[in-house]
């Protein structure tokens, strides 16, 4: 008689059956497969997305720098006196940004990947100016060969 595996994880909603290497392909209870824990969360999402929205703006109104706070780990004392310091401008391409919205903060992702610790933030961006920053950091041959591009070229028309 063969030795089965011990059966640790089924899929309440599929019925797919997982061991324990498996793991990581089930919620933490194991009670459901990955796929079927989005199409859960989708379908309680589109069923009370109006109850979310009102959540999320009552929490704004409650503490509208959080996001800078919890991400990039400035005080709004801070942030204000960044947007002082650059006297409300890009710091790359100086345009005056209109309202807190256009603003990006900058910061550099190799000391911090996902959130900063506020030591790395390095200043205020426009979205332009963010992108393009982010691209080159990504892919530092670019810079160098765009410039080489834009020296040697000329209208063929």
């Known amino acids: 008689m063969a030795?089965?595996?011990?059966?640790s994880k089924v899929c309440r909603v599929c019925g797919r059956v997982g061991n324990d290497e498996e793991a990581d392909e089930f919620t933490k209870r194991g009670n459901l497969c990955l796929a079927c824990k989005r199409v859960k969360?989708?379908?309680?999402?589109?069923?009370?997305?109006?109850?979310?929205?009102?959540k999320t703006q009552?929490?704004?109104?409650?503490?509208?720098?959080?996001?800078?706070r919890e991400r990039y780990g400035l005080t709004e004392f801070q942030f204000m006196g960044m947007w002082l310091r650059q006297e409300g401008r890009c710091a790359?391409?100086?345009k005056v940004f209109?309202?807190?919205?256009?603003?990006?903060?900058d910061h550099d992702h190799a000391c911090c990947?996902?959130?900063?610790?506020?030591?790395?933030?390095?200043?205020?961006?426009?979205?332009?100016?963010n992108l393009g920053l982010w691209?080159?950091?990504?892919?530092?041959?670019?810079?160098?060969?765009?410039?080489?591009?834009?020296?040697?070229?000329k209208y063929t028309a």
Do not use: M
């Not at 030795?3 to 059966?7: A, D, G, L, W």
């Not at 929490?59 to 800078?68: C, E, F, I, M, S």
């Not at 996902?114 to 961006?125: F, I, K, M």
């Not at 080159?136 to 080489?148: L, Q, T, W």
């Open 92 to 94: 790359i391409c100086k």
């Open 58 to 68: 009552a929490r704004r109104a409650v503490d509208p720098h959080r996001h800078t």
């Open 98 to 105: 209109e309202n807190r919205k256009e603003c990006h903060i």
């Open 135 to 153: 691209y080159v950091e990504s892919n530092p041959d670019f810079a160098s060969a765009a410039v080489a591009y834009l020296a040697k070229s």
């Open 41 to 54: 969360s989708k379908a309680w999402y589109a069923a009370n997305r109006e109850r979310e929205r009102q």
């Open 113 to 129: 990947p996902v959130n900063s610790c506020g030591a790395c933030v390095r200043g205020l961006l426009c979205r332009t100016c």
């Open 3 to 7: 030795v089965q595996e011990p059966i």
